[in-house]
């Protein structure tokens, strides 16, 4: 059987990835997706998710949810120069659910059979919200695997990464909700690369989902390259679609099993993801971190399920 899984996206590229990967694969069922405010505003990232939706050609609910954080007025921004305002493709013609984003979690998970795992590729906030409002579904979720946060790795500030940063507050709740929970930091999906090779190869495959990856591809290597360079030039990590590879094929990533939580008021550590790597806190470990990808096997799963 196919594994259910709910994305709850802050669509620009990588999320559009991430979603076409979930929709297409056999062996996930994506039943919905719930967008956050983060790389743009939360009216965007549905717009932007519907066409994902609309540009491949498959019937999934959309939820528009949080459109501000927990415990600031507005969301940072940052990464419009690697996302745009609107993803390169035709606009949406289907319309998202009337239901809020956080009310269509909370009702979903009461109702499951703790068979579905929650993938928040964005910011946390509609997850925290949903926890803090009605924690009987705590026990509903099977497994939390989110992108986000960075041990060696910034890309916000020299601590943050830009989901956690965005909302620290909700970040922490999530992580410290006892729901089994995989993390994919930067120190993994930095090792997970997609070139301007693997573009070619994408537009050569000619469906709707590969030239989409293309488009979206060439987009963050020109944005890669001009501002924050991999260590291979005409690179780009594809962050989000690596939760839905590991799902698929868990030993794509390689994890360690530590106690992480997350910095909410330091001036020079706001949004650090705090991984327990040498054991100093005493805590019991609550997230599954991983260090390391399979490049070559992730960039073959996309190929072939874009195929």
Sequence with gaps: MPQKVILDVDTGTDDAVALMLAALHPEIELIAATTVGG??????CTENTLRVFDHIGVSIPV???????????????????????????????????????VDYLIRTFMKSDGDIILVP????????M???????I???????????????????????????????????VM??????????????????????EDCQAFRAIGTPAAVATAIFVERRIKAYDATQPMKRLGTTPLHDPLCIACIIEPDIIETDFIYV????????????????????????PNVHVAFNADEARFRKMLMDTFS
Aim: aromatic share 4%.
């Design 63 to 101: 939820y528009e949810g949080m459109g501000v954080p927990l415990a600031r007025s507005q969301f940072p921004r940052g990464s419009v120069h690697i996302h745009g305002e609107y993803l390169d493709i035709p606009p949406s013609r289907s319309k998202a659910e009337s239901m809020h984003a």
């Design 261 to 284: 939580d997350v910095e909410c008021y330091g001036e020079l550590t706001r949004g650090r993801t705090v991984c327990d790597t040498h054991h100093r806190s005493g805590k019991e």
């Design 138 to 172: 705590v026990p509903k979720i099977r497994e939390i695997i989110f992108m986000g946060g960075g041990h060696e790795i910034g890309n916000v500030t020299p601590s943050a990464e830009a989901n956690i940063f965005r909302d620290p507050e909700a970040a922490r």
């Design 39 to 44: 790389n743009v505003p939360v009216e965007n």
């Design 121 to 128: 590729t964005g910011s946390m906030t509609n997850v925290a």
């Design 175 to 196: 992580v410290q909700c006892g729901v089994p929970m995989r993390m994919l930091p930067l120190d993994a999906t930095h090792k997970a690369l997609i070139s301007t």
């Design 130 to 136: 949903a926890i803090r409002q009605e924690p009987r």
